[in-house]
């Protein structure tokens, strides 16, 4: 009976008397005892053996599961610990190139030298800006959480993804664009999204035969829907046989010599993640185009006229000097009292708990932001909603919970000029997140 229940149990499912393990062991130890006499088939014996082997693998695998186990956990805190040393210094690099920006259209240049100087700035800042984006990603991979999705610019994106591949397309294909004017922004992130449009634009560049450039033609395109946002890159290249399209989203499946035939199948978990669509249409000898469909962005609502802000007594609490001077020159015209830790911002908040605003830092030395914060709220009840959260990135559990709870405005690093400047006309109102 018990050995009938056995059976009735779904596949799949574990016992709740023995583990997997031993229901392996057992069921290998009876084959093996059927095994033993001499008119048992020679097929029989091998796959005996084949079995024997499979659990000598299974054992190793499970020996080595609280080894990658510790690994995946040191490799999160290395990113968490990565992205907040790299976020100090670029939020410093990044507010003083918006402030140069704006201190460059003060005082007039020679023409050209002025368009000059503000390309430079521009494509200074975006690159910064995209080490900001990368970094987010790498935070988030090392908390388990998702990519934050947000607006993104596909055309910036394809047009990057040009520039980066260019060495590979220079010699192979001309490029074509077909962008339709006024395509909306799509939900997702810059990095995940140009992975996906390097990994296409590469397999298109990988798909043409050897033949002078003139020959062969890459074709990105961008197009609005009903469905949402449609991503099409097509090549003039051999095209996949009938028989080998329904396998190419297939994890380690690939026709070419080198690669790991991984490509295909990371661009539609990336995709497929974002709510998005990838579809492939392809005929032997007539090249192949791939569609992806993205959600849009909401449009973003129109920016309110700011209003200015009156002069306001901030308190800032960071252990970094460079963070500390771009904010004396974003916060011009209000008055900065700053302390490298929470110690010394509490001496200061005992000669004059007069602030209108408490910039700190999540990490400091010495006593955290979390503890600086209870501090405030038990000597002085009401000035902890004054306080306005800033981070590097590296977020634990326990800072996580906390923001959650007291709902205390957070300003990542790099610091936003808006952002902040948000902040600081909130006078008299409380403090939004």
Known sequence: MEEEGARRQPPGTVSESRTLRERLGASLAKLERLCAGEDVPQAVRAELASLQALRGELETLLGQAPQVEHRAVSLGHLAAGLAHEINNPLAAATGNLEYLRQRLSCHPLPAPLADECQQVLDETL??????????????????????????????????RTLRIAASQLRHRARVARAYAPNVPRVLGTETKLGQVALNLVLNAVQALPEAPASE???????????????????????GIPAEVLPHIFDPFFTTRNEGMGMGMAICRDIVTAMGGAIRVHS?????????????RAQAAEAPRPARPSPRRRILVVDEEPRVVDLLRRLMQGHELVTAAHGDEALEVLRASADVDIILCDLMMPGLSGIQFYEQVRKTWPGLQERI??????????????????????????????????????????????
Do not use: W, Y
């Open 126 to 159: 975006e690159g910064a800006r995209h080490i900001h984006r990368v970094v987010t990603d790498l935070r988030a991979l090392s908390t388990g959480d998702a990519c934050v999705e947000h607006p993104v610019d596909l055309q910036a994106v394809l047009e």
């Open 283 to 295: 005929t032997e000898g007539q090249g192949t185009t791939v569609e992806v469909t993205l959600r």
């Open 388 to 433: 306005v959260f800033t981070s590097g990135g590296a977020f634990t559990v326990e800072m996580q919970r906390f923001l959650q709870q007291v709902k205390n405005p957070l300003l990542t690093k790099p610091l936003e000029r808006q952002r902040l400047q948000g902040v600081l006309a909130s006078t008299g109102e409380p403090l939004e997140n």
């Open 216 to 238: 062969h033609q890459v074709t990105l395109s961008l197009r609005e829907e009903a469905r949402g946002v449609v991503l099409s890159i097509a090549d003039t290249g051999r």
